[in-house]
């Protein structure tokens, strides 16, 4: 009797620490909804991210070793890239779109502008194998880390087998980008009581809410949803944005919305980077063109501000940076990465 | 002329263990053949859900993923779950992956992307690739897309005639090289197109 209690006991404990490990791991807000990622197939453990941490900032995963994913996406810019309005590849390539942020991942179904990609685990395969950003082959990448005691290592820590396959380099790289959360801006500090806004921002608040949160729903500051952002194609990138993907002429020039955190470390804006201030993007969505390009759409009004609306809709955007995430040591390049060339 | 491309053997003999075999054929050709071992450079295809229908009714579910390399002759062959050596009726599997599986994530073994069934710059499965070349062009069909309208997976049921013999599943290649001769050479993304020579493939496996 006593055994079958201690044994029920030991089952309880298993279980619960289970979810007490993924709680540490993936520190989900209360007022976050449901993550869209399925972790059952991916449960987090924590050598399983720092594998993930190491290939993210290793450049080896690029044909000449020069661009890592943080090229692009480096975490002081909110996984942007500040420098360029579009993405820069291998050999000083140029591609076509704008590199988006990274954080609050796993509440994404779809990703790049278009929703090309169709799952996190998918995501590294695009930028891995488009000549314009890395220019690899996941198999190529695999047989050159296949080589390398340091990743042999990683990987047995992280899946408790030698075996490198490509299921296991996409787990591992979904499973760092699941732990940016970007969840300690003002905005959220407010939202759990433990700051107030300011009159500036409350105004800005209801200006928001007034105009903006049809697209940008609160608390991730986007739908993910795919729409118009009323911007003239440009010709030289020839870029269509979500009909590239599903071919249907309704999706013609709509592109992924993006969330508004941690838009002071993200700029510049839109599918192709040609915003450097906010301002600009005010002033486009409140250009008479695009109001009048609005009220032709169904379920959208134009947007309408005056010059001190706009002020104080921008003190309430900049509510939302989060800088405990973008200055997060966890989500820096790992020193351990040195210690590989070494070898 | 009948070519039997990359025969795989096959042991009539073999009762105790049903065994099903996949083949390809190309039958009495109206296409110049230039090179024979060109013109089907490269053919591969997932076979999912594969299940036996028994004669009394059973259903028996095989492994939920194959992939069918044709440069990989062991690959052909599958050994059928058929522990009570029971009376096969039909065999019945999806030519290609379905949308549940292509949205779901990584997978690894037969679905793993580094088996070059995976499109990298748009999520989803190639659930069938054949290259090669006709007469005088090179010819590249990777049909795949799981959403609609675009869905490419196709159900494919076959009798089979003799229940005890293992079970040969043949894909005549000619009709499909015909198709991509009259129509398309180069089918590499979702499309109707795609869907309709998916369908076009499911609809000509047959099995002796």
Redesign the interface.
Known sequence: MAKNLLAFLAVVIFLFSFREARKVLFPKPSYFPKPEYNFKNNPLDSNAIKLGRYLFFDPVLSKDSTISCASCHSPFNAFAHTDHSLSHGINDTIGRRNAPTLFNLAWQNLFMWDGAINHLDFQALAPLSSPAEMGESLNHVLQKINKQTFYEKAFKAAFDSNEISGERFLKALSQFQLTLISANSKYDRVRLEKEQFTEQEKRGYLLFSQNCVSCHIEPLFSSYEFESNFLPLNAFLNDNGRVEVTLNEKDSMKFKVPSLRNLSFSFPYMHDGRFTKLNEVLNHYTDSTVQAQFLKSINKSPIYLSGDEKVDLIAFLLTLNDKEFVFNPKHRFPKELLTKTKE | MRLVLLFAFLNSLHLTAQRILFSAEIEDSTIEILDESNVVSKLMFYVSDLQLETKDGDVLKMAPYYLIDFSNSSSLLLEAINPNKKEVKAIQFKLGIDSIT???????GA??????M?W?????YINFKMEGKTVNENYILHLGGY?SP?SAVQKVVLPVGDSIKDILVILPLQEILKEILSKHTMVMSP?LEAVSISEKIASSFYTR
């Open positions: 292509n949205v779901s994530g990584a997978f690894g679905l793993d992307p580094t088996k070059g995976y990298s710059w748009q999520s989803g959403a675009f499309s």
